[in-house]
């Protein structure tokens, strides 16, 4: 069974700072998808990452993807209460995607 | 504009009694895919379809029915067998090619009364 996991769930940031989300899979894919979730709110399509080393950033999110580690990473750079959310990543394997459990964010001003 | 649409976006059903969400797509997808989020959790993937006439069950299909009589559209029915059907619904589609991407409707938020 593929296992998405992310870390952590929980993360409360103050302003300006800096922070990184995990998103580790358990099966050979190069297909990675984020997405943000306001409360009450469908998904929201943020990065699509679909090689090995790709990269992609889009204001103060950065994503990346390490196919033979596994493991993406949303980076974070000077926080902005704006960025308040749930964020999950996903992989498309075997025609499905998989998403990870999720990782609510919350900027304090 | 091209989207996935879903409906109704509130619904309330009785015990006992089966209800039908509607997903609509105008975006020329192959797949078609049924979500269910409860409070504070991540998706959970009900059936999804990758053709016209053909579905296949995911992690959580007991109590849940689909059809696919149409590209367009992935009705989902909750029958009176799902004893905990208070969830929010999201349906996604996407292509099935090499750059495939999940695209979602609003959601569908269902409730017992």
């Known amino acids: 069974e593929l296992k998405v996991e992310q870390n952590p769930l929980f993360l409360s940031m103050q302003e300006g700072k800096n922070y990184t989300i995990y998103c580790n899979y358990s099966t050979t894919s190069d297909r990675l998808y984020w997405y943000r979730q306001d409360p009450g709110k469908s998904l929201e399509s943020l990065f699509v990452?679909?090689?090995?080393?790709a990269v992609k950033q889009e204001g103060r999110l950065m994503a990346s993807l390490d196919t033979k580690a596994r493991l993406s990473t949303l980076h974070i750079t000077a926080a902005v209460h704006d960025l308040s959310a749930t964020y999950f990543c996903?992989?498309?394997?075997?025609?499905?995607?998989?998403f990870g459990t999720g990782t609510s964010l919350t900027v304090i001003p | 504009d091209g989207g996935i649409t879903q409906s109704p976006k509130y619904l309330f059903r009785k015990e006992g009694q089966n209800v039908t969400l509607s997903c609509e797509q105008n975006l020329n997808h192959d797949a078609m895919y049924w979500y269910r989020q409860d409070p504070g959790q991540g998706l959970r993937l009900i059936y999804y379809?990758?053709?016209?006439?053909?579905?296949q069950k995911g992690d959580i299909a007991e109590g849940y029915s689909v059809s696919r009589e149409k590209k367009e559209s992935f009705p989902l029915t909750v029958t009176s067998a799902q004893k905990n059907p208070t969830a929010f619904y999201l349906c996604?589609?996407?292509?099935?090619?090499?750059?495939?991407?999940?695209?979602f409707g609003q959601g569908t938020r269902l409730t017992v009364v």
């Open positions: 996903a992989v498309y394997y075997w025609n499905q995607f998989y």
């Open positions: 996604a589609s996407s292509t099935i090619d090499r750059y495939t991407e999940a695209f």
């Open positions: 379809s990758q053709i016209v006439n053909d579905f």
């Open positions: 990452l679909l090689s090995n080393g």
